[in-house]
């Protein structure tokens, strides 16, 4: 990737998953708005990746039985995965996996509920392919790039997010707090921006908000599902009070309401936390640590202009990513490599840049997991610990051990692609060092990378000799702490 | 939802840089840190234990008002006694292993620990646990700031986190804790063999020892690399370890099958993280059975076999265990046959040393009562939490806890040694 410049290069790992041999074609004559365009307006070329599974050319995926990504979880990690590598809509993958921590949802308690079966629906069914709702992981593919608003509405109503905090059980009787406060603490505004007592209320709000099952209902069934309702007989109707505004006249009371009408808490309570300005501020924030920096707080003038978009679009987000692409920040030269990457973003950008020959996905599901991120798997609603908390030794070796399975795989091919460039070490060094993008090396440890080359004794260049370097250095440079950035 | 690794960096970026030894010195400094020596092992309960289901005031007539479907029958529980204002009190049926610690006399239940305003939030409270500074819930933890007090440089294995991410409690400016959920994976891949792989390593090792001046994040990831790879050989050993008892095949027993390794390996770690999640149990938690009882077994026979595999090695008497959670639970059960978040919760200390018993009192769970707050929906704490922290800094490791802990807490710390 290291061939196109350098504003490209980092807008593609930042806005997308880095850039394979063939992504490389298509931008080379790209200028950067072009490429810029490319990412943000993805809509006007196919959502076709899926249709590619399958592909020789492609990465693989493997399966005990029959591939079944939307009712086997393992499988649905997979064509995520996938997915990730061969899109050619990068920036909706990305954004879907920014939502996926920010509503992060784990597919072990809704298994506890429903089985393994409607878990990994509730999680990953595509539209259409079997009766009932889509998954989670389509509404933030339907809306990487939408109105926050809605998604937030569709999500408050998406069967997993009932199950995993607790909807399903939302009753007049006994309101149930916990989408209440996470719908607050870390969908929306955060803490310090809400009250105990609007935990309560907001817990009334969403009472009947519930689910129902399809007629003749089975865990096992792969055409059975679970669906939102709203029980008008579970719904608590008095009038209740936020210490912020819920409505744009200042008032801060959710009238009451008959039941019949009694959905329309929940829709104004949503807008309104939506359109509160620090839930703008808030996910401002969380957009420049994703895209611009992790190593520097947020600029103030930054977080402003930010929210300022979000707020003047009515909660839509193309434009918000749109400036933070193109705001000054974004292309200083000190942010780049000031982001450390997110496990699966670590294993596509290696795949995609050391090359997926034969490679099956199946092969990341354990080292994603000892990576600390398992999809579908979130440790909690509060999503990933991010920036330095993905780096423990345990974490790191699973990395480099990832590094080392990977290369191992592509030992072959990676032999025949730099025989030419392997006559000599620097010319395998420099070739490597092209394809596998790392921040820059300080000079010891690129003069260790030159001296495991000679290591062996002198260069000839033999078959056997590039077989064995190419891998180890492929190894080396996505194990290295330098490409643990992007 | 489940709360297991939250305890972490979440307000910015680290910039630590780890006191790390050459490997060729570590067990000498091991030898010289005073081998074999006390040992503390931390276990966390991620999510919010429901206290009062695990520790049952089952004479108290609002305990079973107040939780009509979840409450534990009086005629289930194990009981343990009664406390100094008279509350008769018994474990949760699933931890028959701990009531034979308590038996022994070696299993502390200190009631109604917490701070003044405890936080609901999973995230700020389980970040005030490990700052133990109630007003803060950033910056290093209370064991990182322990690990600092050791001498320099500091053995890479000082402390051992089965998890596999960094608590905040673990964390601090001048040590890093490796993390290793799991010491047979806890190895150095190549894709080649022989020669090439040793030189591979030996390439590695160079590259991480770049201390990259002037580029702190990438200085982070360098070391942690760099103590992963000085550690490896050191944590091979410890997962020979074949123990004395069979552990629960669960993922808290594994881990505390790992600790035990380390420990009678003489690897040397000083204090051990260990955690354990499910508790966020906000529907259908069951009462002696179900989802809860599942948790409470989890918990008591991980920690009766870890008991019994300590006292077997010899090595029970060096070594405590304390566990605690972030925040217990509403006292009044919701519609969903669960609890909310609520306040005031148990700390459990166990180990050859310990002076086991009931220490503080339980609440009485009436409405208006002043044991209670928030409107008499949760359990008011009696006992700061962080006077048992001081108990274990002073009378265990044997430092002093005032500066660590920012405060003196020592007064009031229940005599759990």
């Known amino acids: 990737m290291a061939q196109l410049n350098p504003e490209v290069d980092h807008l593609l790992r930042r806005a997308g998953f880095g850039a394979s041999a063939a992504d490389m074609e298509t931008f080379r004559d790209m200028p950067l708005t072009g490429v810029l365009s490319y990412l943000v307006d993805y809509e006007g070329r196919p959502d076709d990746v899926d249709q590619r599974i399958g592909r020789p050319d492609h990465a693989q995926v493997s399966s005990k039985d029959l591939f079944a990504p939307d009712i086997d979880i393992d499988d649905a990690r997979q064509r995520w995965m996938f997915r990730m590598i061969h899109t050619r809509r990068p920036l909706q993958e990305k954004m879907a996996l920014f939502w996926h921590n920010h509503f992060a949802t784990a597919f072990s308690k809704l298994t506890a509920d429903s089985g393994n079966l409607q878990a990994a629906k509730m999680l990953a069914h595509k539209p259409v392919a079997l009766r009932g709702p889509q998954g989670q992981l389509e509404i933030f593919r339907k809306y990487a790039l939408g109105n926050y608003r809605d998604m937030l509405l569709e999500v408050a109503m998406d069967p997993s997010m009932l199950v995993w905090l607790d909807g399903q059980f939302n009753t007049r009787g006994k309101p149930q707090e916990n989408f209440g406060r996470e719908v607050m603490e870390l969908f929306t505004v955060g803490v310090g921006h809400y009250t105990e007592p609007d935990v309560y209320a907001a817990a009334r709000v969403f009472t009947g908000w519930n689910l129902r099952e399809s007629v003749g209902y089975s865990d096992r069934d792969m055409n059975a599902y679970k669906e939102f309702v709203y029980n008008a007989d579970e719904h608590e109707t008095s009038a209740k009070t936020f210490s912020f505004p819920i409505y744009t006249d200042g008032n801060r009371t959710v009238p009451s309401r008959g039941v019949s009408a009694g959905m329309q808490d929940g829709y104004d309570l949503i807008t309104a936390l939506a359109v509160h300005p620090e839930t703008a501020r808030r996910l401002a924030r969380k957009f420049w640590n994703f895209f611009i920096s992790e190593i520097h707080e947020p600029d103030p003038g930054f977080v402003d202009a930010a929210a300022n978009v979000y707020l003047q679009n009515r909660t839509e987000i193309r434009p918000v990513v749109r400036y933070v692409l193109t705001s000054p920040w974004f292309n200083l030269p000190e942010v780049r490599y000031a982001r450390y990457a997110w496990p699966s973003e670590y294993v596509a950008r290696a795949i995609k840049e050391v090359g997926w020959q034969n490679f099956s996905l199946a092969t990341v599901r354990a080292p994603l997991s000892n990576m600390g991120q398992l999809l579908f798997e979130p440790p909690n609603v509060g999503g990933w610990p991010l920036g330095a908390g993905w780096f423990s030794t345990g974490t790191m070796l699973a990395r480099t051990n990832f590094a080392a399975t990977l290369a191992a795989s592509q030992k072959e091919m990676l032999a025949v692609e730099l025989e030419r460039d392997g006559q000599t070490p620097q010319g395998l060094l420099t070739a490597m060092q092209a394809r596998v993008t790392a921040a820059p090396f300080d000079a010891p440890p690129q003069q260790a990378l030159m001296s495991y080359l000679l290591a062996g004794g002198s260069w000839i260049g033999s078959d056997s000799q590039l077989n064995t370097r190419a891998a180890g250095l492929a190894r080396l440079l996505v194990g290295s702490s330098e490409y643990q950035l992007v | ?417």
């Open chain 2, 1 to 417: 939802m489940r709360i297991s690794r939250r305890l972490f960096i979440r307000d910015g970026v680290a910039t630590v840089t780890l006191g790390l030894a050459a490997p060729s010195f570590l067990t000498a400094i091991a030898q010289a840190q005073g081998l074999p020596s006390r040992r503390l092992v931390v276990v966390y309960l991620g999510g919010g234990n429901d206290a009062l289901n695990t520790l049952i005031s089952y004479q108290d007539p609002s305990y079973y008002s107040r939780r009509p479907t979840i409450a534990i029958p009086a005629g289930q529980v194990l009981p343990v006694g009664t406390d100094a204002a008279g509350r008769v009190l018994g474990l949760h049926p699933r931890l028959g292993g701990l009531l034979n610690v308590f038996n022994e006399g070696r299993l502390a239940l200190v009631q109604r620990t917490g701070y003044e305003n405890s936080s609901r939030s999973h995230f700020e409270a389980g970040d005030i646990w490990g700052t133990a500074n109630p007003k803060a819930s950033t910056g290093s933890g209370w064991l990182g700031r322990y690990l600092d007090t050791l001498p320099r440089p500091l053995d890479a294995l000082a402390a051992w986190n089965t998890s596999a991410e960094t608590p905040r409690a673990l964390l601090s400016g001048q040590s890093g804790v490796p993390a290793i959920p799991n010491g047979s994976t806890y190895t150095f891949a190549s894709p080649n063999r022989g020669s090439a792989a040793v030189q591979e390593r030996a390439a590695a090792q160079q590259m991480t020892a770049n201390p990259a001046p002037g580029r702190p994040h990438l200085a982070l990831v360098n070391s942690t690399s760099r103590g992963a790879l000085e550690t490896l050989d050191r944590v091979a050993q410890a997962s020979t370890y074949t123990p004395t008892i069979p552990y629960p095949n669960t993922g808290f027993g594994l881990a505390l099958k790992t600790v035990a390794g380390a420990i009678v390996k003489g690897v040397g770690s000083r204090v051990y993280w260990v955690q354990t999640g499910g508790y966020d149990t906000h529907a259908q938690q069951g009462a002696a059975g179900g989802a809860y009882g599942n948790l409470m077994a989890t918990l008591g026979d991980g920690l009766w076999a870890f008991y019994g595999d300590m006292r077997n090695t010899g090595m029970l008497n060096d070594t405590t265990v304390v566990v605690f959670s972030e925040f217990s639970r509403r006292i009044s059960e919701n519609g969903s046959g669960g609890t909310d978040h609520g306040a005031a919760g148990l700390m459990m200390v166990l180990g050859g040393m310990v002076r086991g018993g009931l220490h503080g009192t339980a609440a009485t769970l009436a409405p208006g009562h002043p044991t209670l707050e928030n409107s008499s929906g949760d359990v008011h704490y009696e006992t700061d939490f962080r006077s048992v922290y001081a108990r274990m800094l002073d009378g265990w490791l044997g430092v002093n806890s005032v500066p660590i802990l920012g405060g003196d807490f020592r007064a009031a710390a229940p005599a759990i040694f």
